[in-house]
Nanobody, 121 residues
Framework: QVQLVESGGGLVQAGGSLRLSCAASRPTFRTYTMGWFRQAPGKEREFVGA????????YNTDSVKDRFTISRDNAKDTIYLQMNNLKPEDTAVYYC??????????????WGQGTQVTVSS
């Protein structure tokens, strides 16, 4: 079992930045592919991006590719989602997720509880 705890959400004005963190409970964290998802009100949960065990990242949509950056610190069992130039449409609950397989990260085995990000216009 892997427990994931997100933090760093909040209210920010459009154009601002936030950095979300996700701390994992297991020392084998470095063997897991990690991902970020988000769910906006009235919409389905959306895959934002993922980072492999060796730090290679991928992003789902062009809308976040040049604004969001995923990174990981295996020494701290933590991943990050740096979000810059935020837009109102980025408003959502953001979830951290984990899977032991890179190819299966879009159907994670483990989820965090989510953290709210609200971007005002």
């Amino acid at each position: 079992q892997v427990q994931l705890v997100e933090s760093g959400g909040g209210l920010v004005q459009a154009g601002g930045s936030l950095r979300l963190s996700c701390a994992a409970s297991r020392p084998t964290f470095r063997t897991y592919t990690m991902g970020w998802f988000r769910q906006a009100p009235g919409k389905e949960r959306e895959f934002v991006g993922a980072i492999s065990t060796n730090g290679i990242s991928t992003y789902n949509t062009d809308s976040v590719k040049d604004r969001f950056t995923i990174s990981r610190d295996n020494a701290k069992d933590t991943i990050y989602l740096q979000m810059n130039n935020l837009k109102p449409e980025d408003t959502a609950v953001y979830y951290c997720a984990a899977h032991s397989s890179w190819s299966d990260i879009r159907t994670p085995a483990y989820w965090g509880q989510g953290t709210q990000v609200t971007v005002s216009s």
